[in-house]
């Protein structure tokens, strides 16, 4: 499956913003997809995951009640959408797909499918 990231820019504090993966190449619902970020020189780390019926969901400590995964199957495409932004949340963020996952996971290296990236800054 090819994914192609978007939606990223300039937010301020506080502010809000979509991101969108749109998927393509094969057949969508099959995949578990997730959502990961690596921060200015730092490593990628896990923001959410979500089922293949979008069903169930996991987040990361640090977004849990800020930030929502969703997805549209009829559509191929999964959303991040994210609120009360904060400096700390600057990355580039990917989304990824895995066929075989059984459960979600928040380990990159069970994803073996990932968009190109889309940068998020968010100014204090």
């Known amino acids: 499956v090819q994914l192609q990231a978007s939606g990223g820019g300039l937010v301020q504090f506080g502010g809000s913003r979509r991101l969108r993966c749109v998927a393509s190449?094969?057949?969508?619902?099959?995949?578990?997809m997730g959502w990961f970020r690596q921060p200015p020189g730092k490593e990628r780390e896990f923001v959410a995951a979500?089922?293949?019926?979008?069903?169930?969901?996991e987040y990361a400590e640090s977004v849990k009640g800020r930030f929502t995964i969703s997805r549209d199957n009829a559509k191929n495409t999964l959303y991040l959408q994210m609120i009360v932004l904060e400096p700390e949340d600057t990355a580039v963020y990917y989304c990824?797909?895995?066929?075989?996952?059984?459960?979600?996971?928040?380990?990159?290296?069970?994803?073996?499918?990932w968009g190109q990236g889309t940068q998020v800054t968010v100014s204090s």
């Open positions: 979500i089922t293949r019926s979008g069903g169930s969901d």
């Open positions: 190449g094969s057949n969508f619902r099959d995949y578990v």
């Open positions: 990824a797909a895995d066929r075989r996952l059984r459960v979600l996971s928040e380990d990159p290296r069970d994803y073996d499918s």
